[in-house]
């Protein structure tokens, strides 16, 4: 358990250092790091970094957003026709982002066994 | 096995990694666009007001205050100063439709969009947008270098800004559609010209006339368009004495007409750009003091078309609408003067047919063959390869329609004569009306305006009210550019241009008020030919008897007759079309709606139910009596609105009357009031069922639509205001008062104004369009017009522009 949380704060932190000066994408690389670094087992090789990234981004999104009081998260949910709910285009970022992370970090554990085993 | 899992997950990363990186259709690459570190999050944000800012090529700081409207008071120290002052908080505050409209007037749209823009991209190209911006630029580089070194000014200004982007700063509409801003250059500020010249000097018919001239004859042609309708209300007093003109018109010449077909022609601006300004003379103002009100009509957009600014140096001080991309500003007062424009709708274009050489390399002209000049236009297309479009420039300009564009004939063309590629220097007439400080400052500032031709109206604090109609109006023959001419002959071009001191103007008129609303500019007196080229005949009429109809006129009047919603034209036809409309046929339906617009008083206010049956009702008969020119196959045009009037009064048994279709009888005018209100009434049931009512204001659904074709979650719909096109109020569904001035000539002056939109271009912000409700209303805001450097208590914010020091 503590290896779980150990790699989710780690792709967390290790994201938001990397986000100041890389682009989206950084999501992606920390969580390849991360995955090569304190490997996981299973589904939680998936869905460790997935809620790591997706916590990240939401809850980034949301404090960027509440002090604007949702103007454009309101527009930008009608834009990408989820209705005019800010709260809802909150949680699609957050899975977009947690999506290239996870899937990321899957990458990175073939890449172990890839290594391992040969 | 793990070979084939690890080839899974590398394509499942690599594709996740396109899909989130890249614009699919309409969708944004969503990892770019949501991620919050640089996508649509820092969007959400509101204006930063304070602070100092540093910015290279500065010579002394600039103050800038905000007031709660988000206006920027700008204090510089000297106009270079302020024009990059100027660049900079344009950019900052709508730097996306700073970029974007420019690129429309370009052609270069396709850039942005892909392949779907071409058709437009390359009707600019041809149009000569591009040409015409050039041409400009080399005449301010030859002529005029000061204003050419303010506009590079400006270009510093704006870039200034981009400079200090990172991607995650750019505007929103950047994010959405993937791309960047590029860098700003004075040649941008001349297309942006280009395109107001465009939006108001590029409407004719005379490609569509020529059609319908050969279909109906000359005869019949004079009745549906005449050069002057049966009574006007001309722009400049129908009692001015033009005795000082001693420049004669240009003789007709003997020449033959060009009877060609034309199947289809270039999209032409909307026909309802236009506007209202008048002023009344101290004389006749209740407080003493001149009183001026401008309202320019144009689409409804967001971002806001104007941007509101003071712009102040030691030497002078003013207030007003800017259009971004423009320096200085457009419609306006100073200490001194106050100023506003309404389009002029002078006929400034015409069409020649060119005759080519074999490889359409040289074309005739006087008898002889004269070389073509060959401009190639480079479209860049996103994700494509480029389009290259070879337009040939003969001497009257581009030949906009050839073999390779909306035409089959590949010995022969159109070449387009446009006062808008002779490249003038309008910007310099901006700059100097900012500085006027009287009459004669004001006539001099106008000289330099070559298009669109405005109806530049004036009042100043010494007590003038005066009117000129400014632009380079060619001295054209009786006739000339109604219809397409023959290229070839030296008698067709344009012989001279009407000296601009002949231009029609009055200043100080006996009647105490001057006022345009787009009407025909002068009577039959005036000693030049003006055709009438789509004048307006009802807003000015309501405008003038408004100020025919008392003594002294206040602020509170000038407020009323902005939003005077009283629809002189139905006023006009409807209570003809009930006398003489047969009844015994109508149902009981019917007879309700006939009860309905028996008793409205010809307002379109939102709550009546008049408008829109008068709308369904005229809009169905006009179908109705114009069916000679519904033709897929030919590009053609119907008569105005005024004459279509006159017409159905006077001609009623006319054969335009008949309805071409109905082969076994014949139609006359009071047969069609009858067809068209049943027609009418079948849509009023349907929309009535549909929506619930066809109360006017439902009716209409006026909206205030994004730059991106209306992008709902961008844009403002339903919005409850009255009006419609022909209406002093000319607010009609996407369309009407995108400015609203008025200033009394107090010194200094006061000031009101108010704009359907707001000064930030973020939709993120609560300033994009916050003054929207405000305007559909009717209110107004009051203008702080501070007199010095000092914040009072409407400043909200201060930033200061601090030059930062050369290396």
């Given at each position: 358990m503590t290896k779980h949380l150990t790699n989710f704060l780690a792709t967390l932190i290790l994201a938001a250092l990397l986000s100041l000066f890389l682009p989206w994408w950084s999501v992606m690389v920390a969580a390849l790091v991360t995955s090569l670094t304190l490997p996981l087992k299973k589904a939680a090789v998936f869905f460790v970094p997935f809620?790591?990234?997706?916590?990240?981004?939401?809850?980034?999104?949301?404090?960027?957003?509440?002090?604007?009081?949702?103007?454009?998260?309101?527009?930008?949910?009608?834009?990408?026709?989820?209705?005019?709910?800010?709260?809802?285009?909150?949680?699609?970022?957050?899975?977009?982002?947690?999506?290239?992370?996870?899937?990321?970090?899957?990458?990175g554990k073939q890449l172990i066994v890839l290594g391992a085993k040969k | 096995m793990k070979y084939i899992k690890f080839l899974i997950s590398l394509v499942l990363t690599i594709g996740i990694f396109y899909a989130l990186n890249t614009k699919l259709g309409a969708i944004p690459p969503l990892g770019k666009f949501l991620n919050p570190s640089s996508g649509i999050w820092q969007n959400e944000t509101d204006e930063s007001i304070t602070g100092e800012i540093f910015i290279p090529g500065l010579t002394e700081q600039v103050t800038v205050h905000y007031d709660e409207l988000m206006i920027p008071h700008v204090f510089a120290q000297n106009e270079h100063d302020l024009y990059k002052a100027q660049g900079y908080l344009t950019a900052k505050h709508r730097l996306w439709q700073l970029e974007f409209q420019t690129?429309?007037?370009?052609?270069?749209?396709?850039?942005?969009?892909?392949?779907?823009?071409?058709?437009?991209d390359r009707t600019e190209r041809r149009r000569g947008m591009g040409y015409g911006a050039e041409q400009a630029i080399v005449y301010m580089e030859q002529h005029d270098t000061e204003t050419l070194s303010f506009v590079q000014d400006y270009a510093d200004g704006v870039n200034a800004y981009i400079n200090q982007l990172d991607p995650e700063d750019y505007p929103v509409e950047y994010k959405l559609l993937d791309y960047g801003p590029e860098a700003w250059s004075p040649k941008k500020t001349a297309l942006l010209l280009m395109y107001m010249t465009k939006m108001l000097a590029g409407y004719d018919d005379d490609l569509e006339y020529t059609n319908i001239l050969r279909l109906v004859g000359q005869e019949n042609f004079n009745l549906l368009f005449?050069?002057?309708?049966?009574?006007?209300?001309?722009?400049?007093?129908?009692?001015?004495?033009?005795?000082?003109?001693?420049?004669?018109?240009?003789?007709?010449?003997?020449?033959?007409?060009?009877?060609?077909?034309?199947?289809?022609?270039?999209?032409?601006?909307?026909?309802?750009?236009?506007?209202?300004?008048?002023?009344?003379?101290?004389?006749?103002?209740?407080?003493?003091?001149?009183?001026?009100?401008?309202?320019?009509?144009?689409?409804?957009?967001?971002?806001?078309?104007?941007?509101?600014?003071?712009?102040?140096?030691?030497?002078?001080?003013?207030f007003g609408a800017t259009i971004p991309g423009a320096l200085s500003v457009i419609s306006g007062f100073n200490q001194y003067i106050a100023w506003g424009e309404t389009n002029a709708t002078r006929d400034v274009i015409d069409w020649y047919k060119v005759a080519f050489n074999d490889d359409r390399t040289q074309y005739r002209y006087n008898g002889q063959w004269k070389d073509v000049r060959i401009r190639v236009e480079d479209i860049k297309i996103r994700g494509k390869e480029s389009f290259k479009d070879s337009?040939?420039?003969?001497?009257?300009?581009?030949?906009?329609?050839?073999?390779?564009?909306?035409?089959?004939n590949g010995r022969s063309g159109y070449a387009m004569r446009w006062v808008g590629h002779d490249g003038g220097n309008n910007q310099k007439t901006f700059i100097e009306l900012n500085t006027a400080k009287n009459y004669e400052d004001y006539v001099n500032a106008l000289q330099y305006w070559n298009a669109p031709a405005q109806n530049?109206?004036?009042?100043?604090?010494?007590?003038?009210?005066?009117?000129?109609?400014?632009?380079?109006?060619?001295?054209?023959?009786?006739?000339?550019?109604?219809?397409?001419?023959?290229?070839?002959?030296?008698?067709?071009?344009?012989?001279?241009?009407?000296?601009?001191?002949?231009?029609?103007?009055?200043?100080?008129?006996?009647?105490?008020?001057?006022?345009?609303?787009?009407?025909?500019?002068?009577?039959?007196?005036?000693?030049?030919y003006v055709f009438n080229d789509g004048y307006e005949t009802y807003r000015n009429r309501v405008i003038n008897t408004f100020f025919r109809s008392k003594e002294k006129f206040s602020v509170q009047d000038f407020k009323e007759l902005h939003n005077n919603n009283y629809n002189l034209k139905a006023a006009e036809l409807v209570p003809y079309?009930?006398?003489?409309?047969?009844?015994?046929?109508?149902?009981?339906?019917?007879?309700?709606?006939?009860g309905e617009i028996s008793s409205w008083k010809f307002n379109n206010n939102i709550d009546e139910v008049?408008?829109?049956?008068?709308?369904?009702?005229y809009g169905k008969l006009y179908h109705m009596l114009w069916d000679e020119?519904?033709?897929?196959?030919?590009?053609?045009?119907?008569?105005?609105?005024?004459?279509?009037?006159?017409?159905?009064?006077?001609?009623?048994?006319?054969?335009?009357?008949?309805?071409?279709?109905?082969?076994?009888?014949?139609?006359?005018?009071?047969?069609l009031f009858l067809l068209a209100f049943k027609e009418a009434v079948v849509r009023l049931k349907e929309i009535a069922k549909e929506d619930g009512d066809y109360a006017w204001g439902n009716y209409k659904g006026t909206y205030v639509g994004h730059l991106l074709q209306a992008l709902p979650a961008f844009s403002r719909f339903d919005i409850p205001i009255g009006g419609d096109r022909n209406i002093v109020n000319a607010t009609s569904k996407n369309h009407g008062p995108s400015w609203r001035m008025i200033v009394e000539m107090t010194t200094p002056p006061t000031a009101l104004g108010i704009y359907p939109g707001g000064q930030s271009g973020n939709p993120g912000s609560r300033y994009y369009d916050n003054f929207i409700d405000d305007w559909a209303a009717g209110t107004y805001y009051n203008l702080h017009f501070l007199q010095s450097n000092e914040a009072d208590s409407a400043v909200i914010g201060t930033q200061t522009l601090i030059p930062t020091s050369h290396d």
């Open positions: 809620l790591g990234i997706l916590l990240f981004w939401s809850v980034y999104s949301f404090v960027l957003s509440s002090t604007n009081d949702f103007i454009l998260a309101k527009k930008i949910a009608q834009l990408l026709q989820l209705g005019d709910n800010p709260y809802i285009l909150i949680l699609v970022t957050g899975v977009v982002g947690g999506l290239a992370a996870g899937i990321a970090a899957v990458f | 690129h429309a007037a370009a052609g270069r749209l396709s850039e942005i969009f892909g392949e779907g823009t071409l058709e437009y005449p050069d002057f309708f049966d009574s006007t209300d001309p722009v400049i007093p129908k009692d001015t004495d033009w005795s000082f003109i001693d420049v004669p018109q240009t003789e007709l010449p003997v020449s033959q007409m060009v009877l060609d077909t034309i199947a289809e022609t270039i999209e032409k601006p909307h026909p309802d750009n236009g506007s209202n300004n008048w002023a009344v003379s101290g004389a006749k103002s209740v407080t003493g003091h001149p009183i001026l009100a401008n309202d320019p009509h144009l689409g409804l957009k967001l971002p806001a078309i104007w941007f509101v600014m003071q712009l102040s140096t030691p030497d002078h001080n003013v337009v040939l420039y003969t001497h009257h300009g581009p030949v906009v329609y050839d073999k390779n564009f909306k035409s089959e530049f109206v004036f009042a100043s604090t010494e007590g003038d009210i005066a009117l000129w109609i400014q632009g380079k109006f060619p001295n054209k023959w009786e006739g000339q550019g109604k219809f397409l001419m023959d290229g070839s002959n030296p008698e067709n071009d344009w012989q001279s241009y009407i000296p601009q001191k002949f231009n029609a103007h009055t200043k100080n008129p006996e009647r105490g008020f001057v006022s345009s609303a787009n009407q025909h500019p002068v009577d039959e007196n005036y000693p030049f079309m009930l006398e003489h409309m047969d009844t015994s046929s109508l149902s009981e339906d019917e007879k309700t709606i006939y008049g408008p829109s049956i008068w709308r369904q009702w020119f519904d033709d897929e196959d030919t590009a053609l045009t119907s008569p105005y609105t005024y004459q279509t009037i006159y017409l159905l009064k006077n001609y009623g048994d006319h054969k335009f009357m008949d309805i071409v279709e109905t082969t076994d009888t014949i139609e006359t005018a009071k047969d």
